[in-house]
């Protein structure tokens, strides 16, 4: 069907309800009605995101419906074994997210399928956590994690509790795309669902075994029991599914004089304090800011809305609130957990760490000064999930952390996703540590590492590039930049070119060119003489196009202007060829 007779049979046809056939009903412009109809919404190898509405390119419970099936037939490939096993399902705050999970647990239900469903939101890691716990085969999070509260999605997992793999994600959507009839997908009804045994309610018997593990990755329990009520904490959950946990699990190993953002603390779909949900962008800690000034507060952390994603405010030098970047928050966990492991003797011979490649280097040299393996992966915390459980099979490493530069940690062996409930516990222990033990903030131990290292400065820019039109425009960027011979960028030179779609590298000082042996992605990497890179890659959950920023010098100064003439002849160079 083209998008016209699709637009038709979703406006007319009475399988959807009242309230959908309306919406479409009054529509009058016909670019929209394309856009909601020209294609399904895309399900990629975590699942799919997009914007909730009526039509097959929107977010709604009848695309919920499709890609539940397919999962189900999926799992109904594994025969009664399968099936009993079951799914897990949680939610975040957002819009219909209650309803999408509903709905995907009853449509699981139809084919026979048991579904786990939480009583109430959770974070996305405790659902990584309670795929395992519970040996379920598959699980199911709907949320649209920090994007702006237009925005649902859905993202699956798999046995291990990582998001689920290419050649099973390849499969679900075959399914997907083989259905030509949507009007066949009926949901069980709730009653006869719980009456089968095939939807159980979850909540608590899960939460408590997560939070015991959870604690057990403090690195001084004593000192956090016994001081803990010293540090003085301001936590946002910025209205989403955080709350709960976060505070529990820091209560529980005595950091006690917490304050929560009360504007902030309930869940709101609407994210009515904060221009959108992420706590990358500044404007999220507003709130927090003021009560930290009022509590007089060490530290300030906020969650995103599936509490996978941790932001922190310290206080700087001159008493002032400073936000760190999602590579800070990285290098000072990465610095914490091998140091202090290296002095209690239990940082084993083989251990690990994983970054993304659009992570900083200055990790990099952090590991190696403990004589640390670094991992280096693609873009998407699922990657850093996949080395780790890698790692855990093959016994080559032990994996201490894991971390991308968007704010994005994880440590132990018990979830396979980032996890901002680890990363809060581990970041205040880090910092009541240095506050009692070595007399310096975590702001103190941040410049001590540049001093030693280097100093890394980190940027990012995004351009939002919608419709078909933006994705004509995204290809056309990238095409371009393949293309060019760039040898240096603001002054300061490049050192090497990695295309990570071609899967081929090149040095620029030999001319020679050499195999990569990640996964082909649409990514381009240019890393300096020295240290620091620019990279470019269209985002996979967006409509936009994403510029990262990693400048190293010897002084924070130098730092900040070549930052300042690189990314202007980056986005410069970009203009240029969004203008031919």
């Not at 998008?3 to 009242?18: A, I, K, P, T």
């Not at 919920?64 to 189900?72: D, E, F, M, P, S």
């Not at 290292?453 to 056309?476: C, H, N, P, R, T």
Request: glycine share 8%; aromatic share 10%; proline share 4%.
């Amino acid at each position: 069907m083209n998008f016209q007779e699709r637009y038709h049979l979703w406006s007319e046809d009475l399988y959807f309800d009242e309230e959908t056939r309306q919406e479409l009903g009054q529509m009058t412009d016909l670019k929209e009605i394309e856009d909601r109809f020209y294609a399904d919404l895309e399900f990629g190898t975590g699942g799919l995101r997009g914007v909730i509405g009526a039509g097959t390119n929107r977010m709604n419970k009848y695309v919920i419906r499709k890609v539940t099936q397919g999962l189900a037939e999926c799992v109904c490939d594994h025969g009664a074994e399968g099936m009993k096993r079951g799914v897990v399902i949680a939610y975040d705050s957002r819009k219909y997210s209650p309803e999408f999970a509903l709905e995907a647990a009853l449509v699981l239900a139809r084919n026979g399928v048991k579904a786990y469903l939480f009583d109430a939101l959770r974070p996305t890691p405790e659902l990584s956590f309670a795929v395992r716990q519970l040996q379920a085969i598959a699980g199911i999070v709907v949320t649209a994690s920090h994007n702006p509260k237009a925005y649902n999605g859905y993202k699956v997992y798999w046995e291990d509790g990582g998001q689920v793999p290419p050649v099973k994600a390849d499969q679900i959507l075959a399914r997907i795309e083989a259905r030509e009839n949507w009007l066949d997908i009926e949901p069980m009804p709730i009653e006869m669902a719980k009456n089968s045994g095939l939807l159980e309610i979850i909540g608590e018997e899960i939460d408590q075994p997560y939070l015991a593990r959870v604690h057990k990755l403090a690195l001084h329990p004593d000192l956090d029991l016994k001081k803990g009520r010293e540090l003085r904490i301001i936590y946002t959950p910025l209205h989403g599914a955080g709350n709960i946990l976060v505070r529990r699990a820091l209560a529980e190993l005595g950091f006690s004089s917490v304050t929560v953002v009360p504007e902030q603390e309930l869940p709101d779909p609407e994210f009515s304090t904060v221009p959108y949900p992420n706590p990358e962008i500044p404007a999220t800690f507003e709130l927090a800011r003021k009560y930290g000034n009022q509590m007089q507060a060490d530290l300030l952390l906020a969650t995103d809305p599936d509490a996978d994603r941790l932001g922190v405010v310290l206080r700087d030098s001159q008493g002032d609130f400073t936000q760190l970047t999602g590579n800070q928050i990285g290098v000072l966990l990465t610095y914490y957990i091998l140091s202090q492991k290296k002095a209690l003797g239990t940082l084993p011979d083989n251990a690990t760490i994983v970054k993304t490649v659009a992570s900083t280097d200055l990790a990099d040299e952090v590991a190696r000064c403990f004589k640390v393996r670094v991992e280096n992966v693609l873009t998407g915390f699922k990657f850093i999930a996949e080395k780790e459980k890698e790692m855990e099979e093959g016994g080559w490493g032990t994996f201490q952390f894991g971390f991308e530069e968007s704010y994005g940690y994880l440590a132990g062996q018990f979830v396979r996703d980032k996890d901002a409930i680890i990363a809060s516990v581990l970041l205040a222990e880090a910092a009541l540590y240095y506050q009692q033990v070595e007399s310096r903030s975590l702001f103190d131990v941040l410049e001590s590492i540049y001093k030693q290292f280097g100093f890394y400065l980190d940027d990012q820019v995004s351009l939002v590039l919608e419709g078909i039109q933006g994705k004509k425009e995204i290809a056309k960027i990238m095409d371009a930049l393949r293309q060019e011979e760039i040898h240096e960028l603001g002054g300061t030179k490049i050192e090497k070119f990695d295309d990570y779609e071609q899967r081929i590298g090149k040095d620029n000082s030999t001319g020679l060119a050499y195999p990569l042996t990640l996964p082909r992605s649409n990514v381009l990497r240019f890393s300096f003489n020295g240290g620091g890179f620019v990279m470019v890659r269209p985002s996979g959950t967006e409509p936009k196009i994403k510029f990262y920023f990693s400048i190293k010098s010897d002084t924070f100064t130098e730092a900040e202007d070549n930052l300042h003439k690189i990314k202007a002849e980056v986005m410069h160079r970009i203009a240029r060829i969004r203008s031919v």
